[in-house]
């Protein structure tokens, strides 16, 4: 039961707000006797619900730092390939261009999705950790 709240008076529960059903439940004096058990109201379901995209916010936001730093690491290398393929000699390009434009666009792939990945960080756009891979 993921109890969101409870109303506690003397040391005795009387009243559980439960996200996992959506249901409201009092109890009697002693704690013991379910006296009222109800759906939700819209509030509740509209507070449950901004609790729900806080808790996913919290876990997308965990998650891209966490990617964080390979991605700096799959960045840098992506630029010390970059820098190569720049140094490479138009004639050794030219002889086998496939496995350079092959090259340039793993790089580029890389470096979008890391790109949409800070900007969902960045902006607070945490409704989803999706960077199209």
Not at 14 to 33: F, H, L
Not at 56 to 68: E, F, K, P, V
Not at 108 to 124: E, M, P, T
């Amino acid at each position: 039961m993921a109890v969101s709240e409870s109303r506690v008076i003397d040391g005795i529960t009387r009243a559980v707000w439960d996200d996992d059903t959506s249901t409201y439940t009092e109890y009697s004096a002693n704690g013991q006797t379910v006296t009222l058990t109800r759906a939700y109201t819209a509030v509740e379901s509209a507070l449950k619900a901004e609790r729900d995209a806080r808790a996913t916010a919290g876990t997308n936001s965990a998650t891209l730092r966490a990617q964080a730093q390979s991605a700096i690491d799959e960045l840098l290398a992506d630029r010390a390939q970059l820098a190569t393929l720049a140094a490479t000699a138009n004639a050794t390009i030219n002889g086998a261009p496939a496995a350079y434009v092959k090259g340039v666009g793993v790089a580029l792939d890389h470096a979008d999705k890391r790109l949409v990945q800070v900007i969902r960080l960045v902006a607070g756009l945490l409704g989803t950790t999706n960077s199209g891979s």
